[in-house]
């Protein structure tokens, strides 16, 4: 997991306005915090990762529109039990995808 945050961190380093690097890279956040039981401890820029999975939705219009994104971030809040904001994201998710199922 640590292989694949440092190409997910390279990635974004060579073209920081690419949404889906951003989105690859706050995936790698979330995969290698729940490796690690959840218990890992966050400083400010891995907890803006893990919550973001946005920095792509900031720089790339198009990545804001990705469901899997709001999807991703939604578990994560309602892992942290920020269940508004997980209420908030599932629906966003489902409104971009509507025949699927999972949100």
């Keep these: 997991l640590r292989e694949s945050?440092?190409?997910?961190?390279?990635?974004?380093?060579?073209d920081p306005t690419d949404g889906r690097s951003w989105y690859v890279l706050g995936n790698a956040h979330v995969s290698l915090f729940f490796a690690g039981g959840g218990?890992?401890?966050?400083?400010?820029?891995?907890?803006?990762?893990?919550?973001?999975?946005?920095?792509?939705?900031?720089?790339?219009?198009?990545?804001?529109?990705?469901?899997?994104?709001?999807l991703n971030r939604a578990t994560l809040l309602q892992y942290l039990?920020?269940?508004?904001?997980?209420l908030e994201g599932l629906s966003r998710a489902a409104e971009l995808a509507p025949g699927w199922d999972e949100p």
Excluded at 48 to 67: H, K, S
Excluded at 81 to 86: G, I, K, S, Y
């Design 5 to 14: 945050l440092a190409q997910a961190e390279a990635a974004v380093r060579c």
């Design 39 to 70: 218990r890992v401890r966050l400083g400010g820029r891995g907890l803006a990762m893990l919550m973001g999975l946005d920095g792509g939705e900031r720089v790339d219009p198009a990545a804001a529109a990705n469901p899997d994104l709001h």
């Design 81 to 86: 039990e920020r269940f508004q904001a997980a």
